[in-house]
């Protein structure tokens, strides 16, 4: 059960590192692409908007996660006890 908590830890500081940026990173790049799909015809727009939404819906929930970890880990570590 130690080995599961360490692991979860171990996840949780990965994420507050990496996370945050990931997350940033995604939702500019959705509004990127919603953007540049404006600029498309007919044709191809919904496509664009949907893949630019559908990042930028990504990168919140990275967010969220994010900003859940410290209770995930905490709940995920009593479960076992």
Sequence with gaps: MAY??????SWLET???AGTMISM?????????????????GETRGKWQT???A??????LIA???GAA???QEV???LFK
């Design 4 to 9: 599961i908590e360490t692991l979860l830890s």
């Design 15 to 17: 994420l507050k590192s």
């Design 25 to 41: 990173l995604l939702i500019i790049l959705g509004g990127l692409l919603y953007g540049i799909a404006q600029l498309q015809p």
């Design 51 to 53: 893949t630019g939404i």
């Design 55 to 60: 990042i930028v819906v990504g990168g919140i």
């Design 64 to 66: 969220a996660i994010l």
């Design 70 to 72: 410290d209770l995930i």
């Design 76 to 78: 995920s570590s009593n």
